[in-house]
């Protein structure tokens, strides 16, 4: 493969317009196009190179009605298109993998559907260890979307209150795909061989994922949100913040029928639902989006002010998370091949043999919890922090931040990996009917406590002087979230307390420093000497952290239980934690 080479190249153009047509109506419009091409080639770049362009188109258009000086209306209206297209270079050509002597690499197995030309890639080869190959052109490589949104509030100032009041209405649509493996994936690792690389020169993969393919779901969603908002100058040195928001998330709708979800409720053993190219409500929804906001201001003194609030905000859950519901069958699921260890049978040129395919095909599914419940988190913000004026030109502030995240979204790859032991895998899984089973979920916690001071020398005699101190820790239970790897948990079945601990974004100390320095020399210089060393300036930024925790993984399947992300055996005699360096 080689290394790789990123080119960026980004274009925009803006226009606005600003009328006025009374001192009580003005409008405005604008309209944005930007477009980024970020080709990515490799040593030989007609083999593997992704041709990636994501073109970007808004407008904005609003009213401003002014009813009488305390009374004001504002009606806005937006609309915003992203069409991401992620391509191989072998898309809708006359490439096949077949002509490299590779077979059988099919959707569904061996007996499934060919890749259509505007599907064609070449399979991610993985090597443990080493530099692999392959077009990993997943997720969202082909994403066309596009949001509308109405907004109108309406404003009156009130003696000491500035009351803000509003709807907030938009309408998503994405036609994407999501997929993980769409040209097949091929795992070369240490099981069968005792080195990867021997095993891929070999030709002996450990496991094989049949390709997805590349299919295009259609989903679109109403959301809807209230909210008030009110300042009250409640004193000369007071000031307070009171507010409440309440979101109604509609559920999406995936108008071709190809998302699917186990139904865990519907029989002992659960089903795949609904069938295929109906459209279904996937899960149940929930109407409990309340989110109140608290803040305050005090002025204690003519140089010290106290701030604070309080509030609880909701994220609505990834819209694209639906999109990987169409990776189940006949769709686009994918069917994992275990080569055995010990007189192994699938090989490079046939990586799916019939004597590994089961009869009736077991395939990879992705599915939501058995409660059916999606739910969107909603995190707590909370912060207080003291001002104090030092002298004319110096100034400290020193505060406590902290937020908690609740129903954070992650993805238990493997839910389906059985407990380690001997003997066969797919025997030992929980649902034998199938075979790795990714569950989106929404129980992830996150808990961030910080230290955070600033300093600011104004600028006087020659110097201007800005300083931040941060003291933070960040714990989660979870290492990602579901687009960017899902929960890198040993046991699926397990988690909570189990994998809380330190965050692999956790950054303890982070110290950033700005300077500015009028250098003094030149300043009674005359004539062409001061032009040439007078009037210089040294400034800087300067930025000190600590690392980031990571999380420790082996590779192998040494537990023989098909995990994802198995970790090293505990030495006995040795430290589990390692001395700072």
């Known amino acids: 493969a080689g290394v790789t080479l990123d080119d960026l190249v980004i274009d925009q153009g803006l226009t606005r317009i600003d009328h006025s047509f009374s001192q009580s109506d003005q409008v405005f419009f604008h309209y944005i196009y930007s477009r980024r091409d970020f080709p990515a080639v490799q040593l030989n770049p007609f083999f593997f190179h992704k041709d990636n362009k994501f073109p970007n188109t808004s407008l904005g258009f609003q009213h401003v009605h002014t009813i009488r000086p305390t009374l004001l209306n504002e009606w806005r209206f937006g609309w915003h298109r992203g069409n991401i297209s992620r391509l191989s270079p072998r898309t809708n050509t006359d490439f096949r993998i077949e002509q490299l ?20 890639g070449f399979p991610v080869l ?41 709807v907030d209405v938009r309408n998503h649509r994405d036609d994407a795909t999501t997929n ?34 590349v299919p295009i779901s259609k989903v679109r969603q109403w959301r809807w949100g209230l909210y008030f908002q009110d300042d009250w100058k409640a004193t000369s040195n007071l000031t307070l913040n009171l507010g409440v928001r309440y979101d109604l998330f509609g559920l999406p709708e995936e108008l071709n029928g190809l998302s699917r979800t186990l139904r865990f409720d519907q029989g002992p053993i659960p089903a795949l639902y609904p069938e295929p190219g109906k459209i279904e409500d996937l899960w149940l929804n929930e109407y409990h989006y309340l989110g109140p906001r608290f803040g305050f201001a005090y002025r204690m003194s003519g140089k010290t002010v106290v701030r604070g609030g309080y509030g609880i905000f909701y994220t609505s859950a990834q819209f694209d998370n639906i999109n990987i519901l169409q990776l189940n069958p006949p769709a686009g699921g994918s069917l994992t091949i275990i080569n055995p260890a010990i007189n192994p049978i699938a090989t490079i040129q046939n990586p799916v043999p019939r004597e590994l395919f089961p009869a009736r095909p077991i395939f990879n599914v992705v599915t939501l919890p058995p409660d059916r419940k999606r739910r969107n988190a909603y995190i707590q913000n909370w912060n207080v922090q003291v001002s104090r004026e030092l002298t004319t030109n110096d100034v400290l502030e020193v505060g406590w931040v902290g937020s908690k995240g609740t129903f954070v979204d992650t993805s238990l790859q493997n839910f389906n990996q059985p407990t380690p032991g001997p003997g066969d895998i797919q025997a030992r899984r929980p649902y034998q009917g199938f075979a790795r089973i990714r569950m989106i979920v929404a129980d992830s916690n996150t808990i961030y ?79 062409a000497p001061k032009y040439v060393l007078g009037g210089w300036q040294f400034g800087g930024v300067v930025t000190l952290a600590t690392g980031n925790p990571f999380n420790i993984s082996q590779s192998g399947d040494t537990q023989n239980n098909d995990a994802l992300w198995p970790r090293p055996h505990a030495v006995a005699g040795q430290k589990v934690r390692l001395d700072n360096a």
């Open 126 to 166: 993985n090597i443990t260890g080493f530099l692999g190959m392959g077009d990993s052109n997943a997720s969202s490589n082909l994403d066309n979307s596009r949001t509308y949104q109405f907004v109108d509030n309406f404003s009156w100032i009130r003696r000491s209150h500035s009351l803000k009041m509003g």
């Open 449 to 527: 406590h910080s230290l955070q001071t600033r300093y600011e020398h104004r600028f006087s005699r020659g110097l201007s002087l800005t300083a931040a101190y941060t003291w933070s820790h960040l714990i989660d239970d979870s290492g990602q979230t579901i687009n960017r790897g899902g929960c890198v948990c040993q046991d699926p079945r397990n988690r909570g307390r189990a994998e809380r601990a330190d965050s692999i974004f956790d950054v303890r100390h982070r110290l950033v420093t700005g300077y500015v320095w009028d250098l003094p020399w030149g300043r009674s210089l005359q004539g």
């Open 101 to 120: 002597g590779i077979q059988g690499l099919k959707v569904g197995g061996p007996d499934g559907r060919a890749l259509r030309p505007d599907e064609q």
């Open 180 to 213: 993980k493996w769409p040209f097949g994936n091929m795992a070369f690792t240490g099981d069968i061989t005792g080195n990867a690389a021997a095993a891929y020169m070999l030709g002996f993969p450990r496991t094989t994922l049949t390709p997805e393919g």
